[in-house]
């Protein structure tokens, strides 16, 4: 799974039907600095439904692949990246990653 | 999922038979700007095929893999990346991405 | 999918059972040039299955993933990469990519 | 499969259900240094569920994709990357690479 | 499927169950040159299982993904790379490539 962090929203009237009604959010892949203090962007942008309530700004979980459509929410649903978890702190060593 | 461009179309007569009939256009991923004020091209070039009646200059949800089968129209296809929305806007926080 | 363009072909006499007789094309994955009017090399070598009979030199679709078990011919072949169709032309606006 | 190592942990209180209760590992993938002597790290950040109980600091086999589903453990688990060994020796030629 | 050199080969004694008994050989990808007579490294490495008794020093040909699972040596395997043949000759026009 990739950590990401949500940045935004996107608007899409015209849809697939089964994806009618999904919330899509802007997430942007994140990984570790260097000193392993703190998180940095990939500068990737991906597009992913959430199935925990996760809100703009917050760091969550990111499923992709077929992977993504294995959860009861996701199952019906033409999608390749979905939120599964709200991420609250990342440990390393002794230390707390400041997110 | 990934948001990309419409730049053009494909035309490939000699298809595997599934294919026949289905318009193949090209598109480009994009991803959001440092300043995340615009979107900017990745510079890759892929091909998708369209459930949603896209068309050239437009910005789409393209979702890839297995899950590029995950539709009624795509499901029985040998495809790995989908047209699924056509996307209108993109908020980042209080302001709208220009696209 | 991907654009490709058939440079070879690999010789492997020994195989898993599945793939005696099949024919191996060596591809290299393209793009669309930045001033959109020629394909580029991304410099990647993919090796793939054919489905329609494609040869040397010639730009053709390639499908990867599990979506490469997707035609009759490749269902039961343990194959992540398979050409699907000839590119005749590429169009982006009202220009043809030079091929 | 990729060669990674465990770098920490996360902590997400609010996940999908099935998550509930699994440990989430913070791993880096590792390649091989262009001496073949060392190991070194590739930078990605990536979380993988464990199914062999590895620690921080052991370098692990990683199986991601659908495939990171094909054990008894994560079979029904949302997840495209598993643990599924800890990795005592890596030989080539007649060099074991430092761990 | 790629082509990449068997460069040595893990021990891993603590594995999830059905990989009991599994060799795991250490690979590398390669590509062809720009001037298309030899084979170069990408600096990559993956681990793959074998199905058809490949050695150290061989060029072969890999799947990945969930087709790595479609040989009926792996296809019980959580595995995303299998060596499904072993590479003797690869011709780009009337040149054989330097293996």
Known sequence: MLIAKIVGSLIATLKTESMLGQKLLLVEPFRVSEDRATMKTT?????AVDTVGA????YVLIVQGSSARATPETQPLPVDATIIGIVDAINI??????L
Chains 1, 2, 3, 4, 5 share one sequence.
Do not use: K, M
């Not at 500068?43 to 597009?47: D, M």
């Not at 060593?93 to 400041?98: A, C, D, E, K, Y």
């Open 93 to 98: 060593g002794q230390q707390q990653v400041t």
């Open 55 to 58: 809100g703009e700004g917050e």
């Open 43 to 47: 500068g990737r942008s991906l597009v």
